[in-house]
Structure formats: C-alpha cells, structure tokens
C-alpha cells in the first residue's frame, strides 16, 4: 500500500520536509522539528520569532556559543581565499597551523594528525590505525577491540562496532558489524580482576582498548575517575595493547581541562577529536597518534602507508575555524568559565535531587545530569521544555545540560530552573 508521506509535518513557508530524512527519528511519529532562523550566543531563534536558551550547544559542539565573532571573521577571510582543496598530493597552512597546535596541546608524543570530517570516522580511522599498526609488524591476528559497556563511539559500522549495542542504539544492527568485546570498566578491584583475566585468556588477537574518558556520554552521561583510566593504560601496557581515547565529547574543556587524558594523567596511543574542535561552526574531525603508532607505518613498502583519505579531509574553512576557537581558548578564560558552570550547575540541579522517579544527580565540568528512574515519552519532555523557553533534549532516562561555555549567569539560571521544575511536575 502506498502511504503519503508528504503532507506530515510540513514547517510553515518552508516546502521540502517531506524529502528530509531526520536523525534518530521514527518518521511516522516523530514530532516535528522545530524551525530556527538564527543563532546568536546562546539563543537559538525560531520562525515565530520566539528565542530559546540552548542547553545542549548543539550536540555539545558550540563551546563558544553561535556566531562567535572571531570564528566567523577567520572562516570568511578564509572563505574568500580558498574553501577547499584536496589533501592528496596538496596541502595548505590551515591545516598544517592547526596540526602542530593541536600536537602542543596533546600530552605526551601525540603528534600526528590525520583529518578526516566527523567524530565517526575519526574513530573508524583510529581503528585502521590499531589494526594496521600490527598488521604491518606481521600480526594479522590481532584485530579485535575491547571496548565498554555504556559506551558510544558513533553511527557508522566499526564505532556502532564497538558502542555497546543497547546504550548505543544499534543492537538492531549486530549482523552489520565485526564482533568485539564489551566489557565492564574496570571501576574496582572486581572489574578490574576480570577485564586482567579477559585480555590474558584472549591476548593475541586483541589490537587495543577504546574508552570515552572520564564521561561516557550517549551511553547515558556516565561518569569515571582517573583511576579507572590508568588501570586501562597499565593493562594496556602489560600486554602490548594500544589504548585509545574517544575525546570527541570531552575534548576541548568540557570535563574541565582541555583533555580528559590530560585531567587524567593519561597519555592514550591514540586520540579522536571532533565536536568542539571547530566551535561548533563546521565539521572537522582528527584522530591523532603517538610516534609509536606512526613508526610503525614508516616504511620503503607502500603496503604500509595507511589507506584512507576523505575528499574533504583537512577542508580548509573547517581548520581555519578550528585555529579560531583554540585562539579563543589562548585568549580568553574558557576553563574558568567552565569551572564558574560547574559549581552554577551542582547548585542549581541540587533541588532535583530526591525528587520522587530521579535517581541521581551529578555535574563534571559543563555537564550537568538528572538521571532519572524512566522517561515514558522523550517527546513530550523535549516540548514541555520548549514551552519553558529552552531547548533541552533529553534522552534514554537522562535530562542534561551542556550549555556553551559563554553562556551567561542568567541565561544558565534558567536552564537549571527549568529543569528542577519540569523533572518536579513529571510525579505530581
Ligand atoms: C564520544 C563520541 N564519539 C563519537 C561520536 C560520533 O561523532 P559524530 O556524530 O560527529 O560522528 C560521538 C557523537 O556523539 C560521541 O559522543
């Protein structure tokens, strides 16, 4: 039976949402989005002309909040020079500026950079990596990941690969994917116990570790202290294992320090960095490698050389806007402001804490969360918000906050606000 698809959740004056396909959205039933004219700090405009505070920072890529003068002066000089051109066989100053940048702020010897266009790929490269990494010292075996539960690592087939598959949103998808391990954190001595026990009974066809450090966000905004991720870089070492952290959340000030790794005192084999990297502004990822994993690609053979090579890899407006907001972290006090969040956060979520169906309430850095028991329907929670004057987008059981880093006293009194008042109406 053919089904009309095309009259459903038309935007007013704006034809042609019959022919977009949303995220994460069951078409049938989703609530329509909402549509926005304009940005501007932390307020996000819409058609009608009503303005919401952002609580989300545009899926916590924003650290600058929208139209950051800086950024968009860098991207239209660099717009009216030269927006792209291949990184194969060519280069340009953009990117070179922005790799050596990002090797000085990276502890330890991660030093080479490979670009690429999103957080996804950025680990699909991180992974080539680790598996090539071996493959080209002989071990071919040595292609499996450990990986956590409730972690997230992206939508494309080897992140879905090593996500785990319910916190992550693909079990449906299993068929699809290589299989990996997914094991407990090793938060405890237990845990810790089991995942020794785990690498030493497999060990040879294990390449490395993957781990969102200190926050793993999409599984459900949970929190872990360093301990955790030093154990992962003992074990790592113990048994010849590459670590590699997913920074594309926590990179760039989010958990407090520029890097979880470096909040940590842990220095991975290799980082993946997206979201933040731009300010929000363009998409630009880069998965970065320690001189260890490079030597291991430094050869006379070319079967070698690692096979990858996105057509916008290193797309210039992107880089440029990426120089602009590490600019912006040199110049002006992005981490105190973070930290000014934090304790804003605790005190202003606090009141949800005991409140009947919420069962936890914590803050890491610009990350503010009311885990609650359930949530029966996302889409009512996400309008109710609206009618608040917020953009706030719930997930899973969680109700979070990642506002922009700028965002105002203000501004972030009535995120919290309205949070504590919706999540105390839900039970009464
Ligand atoms: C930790 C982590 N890794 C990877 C990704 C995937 O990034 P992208 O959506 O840019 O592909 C995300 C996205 O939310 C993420 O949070």
Not at 366 to 383: H, K, P, Y
Request: aromatic share 8%; with cysteine.
């Amino acid at each position: 039976m053919a089904v009309d698809t095309s009259k459903k959740n038309e935007l007013p004056g704006w034809p042609g949402l019959e022919h977009i396909w949303l995220p994460y959205a069951q078409m049938k039933t989703a609530a329509p989005p909402l549509p926005v004219v304009r940005t501007q700090g932390s307020r996000i405009v819409l058609a009608d002309g009503r303005e919401l505070i952002d609580g989300i920072a545009s899926w916590w890529t924003a650290c600058h909040g929208y139209n950051q003068p800086h950024i968009r002066h860098t991207v239209a000089k660099q717009l009216k020079q030269m927006p792209h051109v291949m990184f194969g066989g060519l280069a340009h100053e953009p990117a070179l500026t922005l790799a050596r940048r990002l090797a000085a702020l990276l502890p330890g010897n991660l030093s080479r950079v490979f670009f690429s266009d999103s957080g996804s790929v950025a680990i699909e490269v991180a992974l080539k990596m680790a598996a090539q990494y071996w493959i080209n010292q002989g071990q071919r075996e040595r292609t499996q990941f450990i990986a956590f539960k409730d972690g997230y690592h992206g939508d494309t087939t080897g992140a879905m690969a090593v996500s785990d598959p319910h916190a992550g949103m693909h079990s449906i998808y299993r068929g699809l994917m290589p299989q990996h391990v997914i094991a407990e954190l090793p938060a405890d001595d237990a845990s810790a116990a089991a995942i020794e026990a785990l690498v030493t009974r497999r060990g040879g066809d294990i390449a490395g570790i993957i781990v969102e450090p200190l926050v793993q966000g999409a599984g459900g905004m949970k929190f872990h202290d360093a301990a955790v991720l030093k154990r992962l870089r003992a074990l790592a070492d113990k048994h010849d294992l590459l670590l590699i952290f997913d920074e594309v959340f926590t990179g760039f000030g989010r958990t407090g320090k520029m890097f979880a790794c470096e909040a940590a005192g842990v220095t991975p084999d290799m980082v993946a960095l997206s979201k933040a990297l731009t300010g929000g502004t363009l998409p630009l990822a880069a998965t970065v490698a320690t001189r260890k994993v490079f030597d291991a690609f430094w050869s006379d053979d070319p079967k070698k050389a690692l096979m990858h090579g996105p057509s916008y890899m290193a797309n210039a407006l992107a880089c440029a806007a990426a120089n602009a907001s590490l600019d912006l972290f040199e110049t002006e006090p992005r981490l105190q402001q973070v930290a000014t969040i934090s304790s804003a956060m605790l005190e202003g979520l606090e009141p949800c804490r005991g409140m009947p169906g919420v069962k936890d309430v914590r803050v890491k850095g610009a990350i503010g969360v009311v885990e609650m028991d359930a949530i029966d329907n996302l889409d009512a929670l996400r309008a109710r918000f609206v009618a608040e004057g917020v953009f706030v987008r719930p997930f899973g059981n969680i109700v979070y906050l990642t506002p922009a880093f700028t965002i105002s006293k203000d501004e972030l009194k009535t995120l919290t606000d309205a949070v504590v008042k919706v999540v105390r109406e839900r039970k009464q």
